[in-house]
């Protein structure tokens, strides 16, 4: 039965927002996501933004009461403690640097943390917050926005099903050419953290890019295991470095497979670069963002044939994200709203004890963002040694 906005929890959860200000990138992506169906989460309160008082004037527009648009975090997490109604769930969506200390503080006030990519700096980092999580009993969830995108859980079932036959080659791209020319000083606020690696991290397109689509890989295979890896990284405008602006990476699979991906955001004039293609002995499958609606489906020696979001021939667990019915295209949108969805969902699980909800639940969980972060620490480790093949540890 596809969604159709009913409820799937008995109330929906108090919400609030850390940064996803009123300049931001990716603020109103959290917000289309979490409030579409209005059933899982209500948006009570935010410290929206480093600028505490355009933060509260943003809440205010937003509708929120004025007394719960918070200067900062740590106000936020102490005052809302203190009400009977405060809040149970925040989102950060700041920049990379800074989700660490805010998830701490957020799982160490008895929140659920849903939090942006790539979730931290490094794997001890992911550790300490998975511990702290367990031992809080919280979920933290991670926004790979694309991943709900459910023609994947569409690929998923045909790889599992064996339609491919056996997996061979994994063909990752994820590229923009929004960088391809240095804006120097003219680069908006959002751009020139993104090459600081004491903000960014480790990577700039490795860690803003790919992330999405090694997750989109794992959600599609998780039964594929990376065994090694070499990376080739650049930064074409010189004063990105160390950060790259331009990626190869080759990857060898546990299972004898062997993939690449290409991440960029000097791809000149590209408007259409992010997709997934599974190449199996019998078939390949292919998907791409700017059509998520559609994937292609490639039997050798047969005709192409389009599979498209909907239809009763498609797998049961791709059909139950359905929202809209044939014919009216979905998107990035509707892909953050099934995202969070599945967040709601997994909180009110863990809320309840559910522990069978929680284990049958496909969502990008703590785990999801650990393994990001480990493929970033990976693909650096091999560019910075000559560009070299790698362990995946
Ligand atoms: P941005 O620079 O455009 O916006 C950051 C926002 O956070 C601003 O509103 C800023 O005022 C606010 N902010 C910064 N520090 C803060 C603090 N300490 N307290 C409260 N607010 C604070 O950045 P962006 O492009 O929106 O990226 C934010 C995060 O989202 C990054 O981690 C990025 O990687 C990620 N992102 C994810 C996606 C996705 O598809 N999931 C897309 C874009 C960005």
Redesign the pocket.
């Known amino acids: 039965m596809m969604l159709n906005g009913e409820k799937k929890m008995q109330r929906p959860l108090r919400w609030a927002m850390?940064?996803?200000?009123?300049?931001?990138?990716?603020?109103y992506?959290h917000r289309t996501g979490a409030l579409r169906d209005n059933t899982a989460f209500q948006l009570i309160a935010g410290?929206?933004?480093?600028?505490s008082e355009r933060?509260k004037d943003f809440g205010i527009n937003l509708g929120l009461d004025e007394e719960r648009c918070y200067a900062?975090?740590q106000t936020m997490f102490a005052e809302e403690a203190k009400r009977g109604d405060g809040i149970e769930v925040v989102s950060i969506?700041?920049?990379?640097g800074?989700?660490f200390e805010i998830c701490k503080a957020a799982l160490n006030a008895d929140l659920h943390v849903i939090c942006?990519?790539?979730l931290f700096f490094t794997s001890e980092e992911g550790r300490e917050i998975k511990a702290l999580a367990e031992k809080k009993e919280k979920i933290v969830g991670v926004?790979?926005?694309?991943s709900g995108n459910h023609m994947l859980l569409q690929m998923r079932a045909m790889v599992e099903k064996g339609d491919l036959g056996d997996i061979r080659v994994v063909d990752l791209q994820y590229t923009h050419g929004f960088c391809a020319i240095d804006e120097g000083e003219k680069a908006s606020?959002?751009q020139k953290?993104r090459v600081d690696p004491a903000i960014a991290g480790p990577s700039f397109v490795l860690g803003?890019l790919s992330t999405?689509t090694y997750y989109m890989s794992q959600l599609i295979m998780p039964h594929m295991k990376i065994k090694e890896l070499l990376c080739d990284r650049q930064s074409f405008v010189g004063s990105r470095a160390p950060l790259e602006d331009n990626a190869h990476v080759l990857m060898h699979y546990e299972n004898g497979a062997v993939g690449t991906m290409w991440t960029s955001s000097i791809n000149s004039g590209c408007m259409d670069g992010h997709r997934i293609r599974i190449v199996g002995s019998k078939a390949s499958i292919e998907w791409w963002d700017s059509n998520p609606d559609e994937i292609t489906y490639e039997v050798q020696g047969k005709p192409i044939q389009t599979l498209v979001r909907g239809m009763p021939y498609l797998d049961e667990q791709c059909n139950a994200d359905e929202r809209l019915g044939v014919l009216h295209l979905e998107g990035l949108s509707d892909a953050w709203a099934n995202i969070y969805l599945k967040f709601a969902i997994a909180i009110d699980a863990k809320n309840r004890g559910n522990e069978e909800t929680l284990q049958n639940l496909i969502y990008p969980d703590i785990d999801a963002g650990l393994e990001g972060i480990r493929w970033i620490e990976n693909c650096v480790r091999s560019a910075e040694n000559g560009s070299v093949w790698v362990d995946f540890v």
Do not use: C, M
């Not at 969506?93 to 990379?96: F, I, M, Q």
């Not at 926004?143 to 694309?146: D, E, I």
């Open positions: 850390v940064g996803g200000g009123r300049l931001s990138q990716v603020g992506k410290a929206f933004d480093i600028d933060g900062n975090y969506a700041t920049p990379n800074t989700h942006e990519k790539p926004t790979y926005g694309f606020d959002s953290w803003d999405h």
